[in-house]
């Protein structure tokens, strides 16, 4: 196993020391950063063309094995030279910098050597074909795009042939799974809907090359799902564990979260109890004859036609959006509204409403489409009937908050509009981010929201606005108890689907899809970690403003830096050191 070597000064206070530094040590941080981004992007051109640089337009993964080796090769390199530099005269935006620079190679070296990905897990492969945002996303003229798609579905074969070289022999059995399934959509995908938006083009060359390319990956990618099938299911096992080292180092490696997994466990399983309580009481206040469950379902029945869909998700939005400035929650700083739109046709399989934002390099396609899946027109009267209850006015509302404002499209907004740098731009932590949109939920309902207009207040629809931000929470509480459970203590996929039926309330279908993702998205514990850690800044930062606390000014401070791990925004809010490490213990490594 690969020994790690942690410089200790990497972790001092990055935001905290002030001390002049040597230009020379600037620029060398600077040099480096550029040539491991570089590479980085190089390696992953789809991440490439996600953040807006699209010199990686049309360019495809190299997944053959000497490319892999290389790659980690370059990975360990990286981390060997950033802690060979003189960290502690950088400056106090490049000490920042390189903190986040080092976990995020720690986390790529965590994926190839500890996960082993790429010997792994199939799905890495079957997912490798997406060409979505050259179809979404206006940034070049399409028969450009086109050529683009067409570069990187010619690379199939290679792709789909490195995956049957690299993949061993007896693989997860969800991540088979799973792959069969992503293999299969994405075929579907191009089959139809790629077929049919290249129906357009008017050069007959590129129309016959699109043509050729797709129905040639269309078959690369059915022959795989039968490979997977037919090879490497009946061979699959149930060791998707990641165990109780791994799991802790994962943490560490991407959030510098020290707490054990039992801690950890511990911690969530308390507030799935605390959450279970809330949702008990709260929906005795909506209706104390009926048991909690039959209330929710109730007020499920309070939700748009189909035809108004699209309009009263529109309208509640710019609802929202008001709430947030009369109440200075937050400070947004466009008026550049998301567009609520219904959901692309090839993407409706798996979205039920979805934030879609260009990446923050982006100067052309620069839209954001806050997507909301519709009924289908030839669906049974049932099936529509039974949709529309998900978007029961509450629950959609808490989405739109969780997507678009204050949370992920607000986020983008602030993103743009700072002085975060490069590294900050390209660098996101998995845990702020969906931290930050989870916790973007209950502030609003702690605020208020839905409690009526012109200062009235509506305590009974507020109450079906606490319940329904409860019913989220406590879905990401499941998650969050059953990837340690999973990962640590030996918890089957049967136990976590039943766990997921007990503890949320879900039904059997779904609560099957959420355990089957928590065998290979263990960081799906991330929306309540980060959810946790951020009400922990905000008691800890109001404490040291004591009087002078204002919630938008914390909003504000903690979206001027990118999303970086929790542990790093602490070292830029709060002066004094005592208080950070209650509650939430981070990872703490010695001044050396």
């Known amino acids: 196993m690969l020994k790690i070597t942690l410089l200790a000064a990497i972790l001092i206070s990055g935001c905290l020391l002030l001390e002049a530094a040597p230009r020379g040590v600037d620029a060398e941080f600077d040099r480096l950063a550029a040539e491991y981004t570089a590479g980085y992007l190089a390696w992953r051109p789809q991440t490439g063309v996600t953040l807006g640089f699209h010199e990686y337009?049309?360019?495809?993964?190299?997944?053959?094995?000497?490319?892999?080796v290389r790659e980690f090769e370059r990975l360990?390199?990286?981390?060997?030279?950033l802690a060979k530099l003189r960290l502690r005269a950088l400056s106090r935006e490049r000490r920042h910098d390189a903190q986040l620079l080092l976990g995020a190679i720690r986390r790529e070296i965590f994926t190839f050597e500890d996960q082993q990905a790429y010997a792994q897990n199939p799905m890495v492969y079957a997912g490798s074909l997406d060409i979505s945002i050259y179809l979404k996303r206006d940034f070049a003229p399409f028969e450009q795009r086109v050529r683009s798609m067409v570069a990187i579905l010619a690379k199939a074969p290679a792709i789909l042939a490195a995956a049957r070289a690299n993949l061993e022999d007896s693989l997860p059995r969800p991540h088979v799974e799973t792959a069969i399934e992503i293999a299969n959509g994405a075929a579907d995908f191009l089959a139809k809907d790629f077929t049919e938006s290249v129906?357009?083009?008017?050069?007959?060359?590129?129309?016959?090359?699109?043509?050729?390319?797709?129905?040639?990956?269309v078959a690369e990618l059915r022959q795989f799902a039968a490979y997977l099938k037919r090879e490497k299911l009946p061979r699959s096992h149930e060791q998707y564990a990641l165990g109780r080292e791994k799991y802790a180092r994962l943490l560490q490696c991407g959030e510098m979260i020290a707490l054990a997994p039992a801690e950890l466990l511990a911690l969530g399983e308390q507030e799935l109890r605390r959450e279970q309580e809330r949702f008990a009481q709260t929906a005795a206040e909506i209706d104390p004859a009926h048991p909690a469950i039959e209330v929710f379902k109730t007020i499920q029945k309070d939700h748009p036609t189909e035809a108004s869909l699209i309009a009263d998700t529109k309208k509640n939005l710019e609802n929202i959006r008001q709430f947030i400035v009369q109440r200075r929650l937050l400070t947004l700083p466009s008026e550049v509204r998301a567009r609520v739109e219904e959901t692309p046709a090839f993407l409706r399989a798996t979205s039920f409403a979805s934030m879609d934002t260009p990446g923050p390099f982006e100067t052309k396609a620069t839209e954001a489409f806050y997507y909301v899946t519709p009924v289908e027109p030839d669906w049974p009267a049932a099936q529509k009937e039974e949709w529309l209850t998900a978007f029961n006015y509450y629950t959609t509302d808490i989405v739109s908050?969780?997507?678009?404002y204050p949370g992920h499209y607000a986020q983008f907004l602030r993103l743009n509009a700072s002085a975060a740098t490069r590294l900050e731009k390209i660098f996101t932590s998995y845990a702020f981010v969906e931290g930050w949109a989870h916790y973007a939920e209950q502030m609003m309902v702690e605020q208020g929201f839905g409690g009526g207009d012109a200062g009235a207040t509506n305590t009974l629809k507020q109450a079906k606005y606490r319940l329904a931000q409860s019913d989220e929470a406590l879905l990401r509480l499941c998650r969050f108890c059953v990837s340690i459970r999973m990962h640590c203590f030996g918890m089957t996929i049967d136990q976590a689907a039943e766990f997921f039926q007990d503890n949320c309330y879900y039904e059997a279908k779904p609560s099957r899809a959420e355990a089957v993702r928590g065998a290979y998205d263990p960081e799906y514990l991330y929306y309540t970690l980060g959810k946790l850690e951020l009400l922990k800044l905000r008691e800890d930062y109001r404490r040291q403003e004591k009087s002078a606390f204002k919630l938008k000014t914390f909003h504000d401070e903690i979206l001027r830096h990118g999303a970086p791990p929790v542990r790093l925004?602490?070292?830029?809010?709060?002066?004094?050191?005592?208080?950070?490490?209650?509650?939430?213990?981070?990872?703490?490594?010695?001044d050396k």
Request: net charge neutral.
């Open 401 to 404: 908050i969780h997507e678009a």
């Open 57 to 68: 337009d049309g360019q495809a993964p190299d997944y053959s094995a000497q490319s892999i």
């Open 569 to 590: 925004l602490r070292e830029c809010l709060l002066k004094k050191r005592k208080i950070w490490d209650e509650v939430l213990p981070v990872t703490d490594l010695p």
């Open 199 to 217: 129906k357009g083009v008017e050069n007959p060359n590129i129309l016959a090359a699109a043509n050729i390319v797709g129905a040639r990956a």
């Open 76 to 81: 360990k390199t990286f981390e060997q030279r």
